[in-house]
């Protein structure tokens, strides 16, 4: 998803002006995600934010209507990737990088924090309830990894964070490595946002922890450097 994002993101950039060629691009990620992610962003925002019990911002999540707090989130997050894409050189490799980091931060998440909607959608994605982790124990045939004390999707999520850390630090720099770091900061602080006014994680949450995290890790990878040659 993220090359594909990349690649939209290069070859736009040589049609149309940065502007533009951002406009185009914020499209395109929107066109293949469905929004899904960012409906979640506008869920979470109307959740966290509004002074509720646990319970009813539970209830407010799962309302179909949004309300100020997700507008404005919707919106900010549109402009600073906007903004963000039209400041800076294309690259194919910094994009792959965020968004491989962002899927990697959802899944670290779902197994840091309690889900706090049981029987929800994301209740078939998480290892069985009760089974302690062995790592280094090898799965047996007809048996789940989770129930052998390996959780393939956490150490495929270290490994994506590891790798999206290391090709965004050779394709930019330090200031690579500073906008991954930034953007873990801002995924995690909405984590722990969900965990001290849910109670744990909802699928929603993790969507909105995605998008900030993408949106923080290019809005800081944009301060590398200027775009050159552009009006």
Known sequence: MGSAVGWCWAVADGLW???????????TDLALTGALHLDGLADTADGLLAHATARD???????PQIGAFAAAGVCLALLNRWAALAAQEPSVALMAAAYCSSRSLMVLGSRLLPYARPGGLVAAFLP???VPAQAGVPAQAGVPDQAAGVDRALVAALIGMTGAFVVSWRATGRRGAMAAVAGW???????????????????????????????AWLLVAAGRSPRRGRQ
């Open 185 to 215: 900061a801002a995924g995690g602080a909405v984590l722990l946002g969900a965990r001290r006014r849910l109670g744990g994680f909802t699928g929603d949450v993790l969507g909105a922890a995605g998008v900030a995290a993408e949106t």
């Open 128 to 130: 069985p309830a009760g």
């Open 17 to 27: 002006p940065g502007p533009v060629a951002a406009a185009v691009v914020v499209g």
């Open 57 to 63: 911002r539970l209830a407010i999540m799962a309302e």
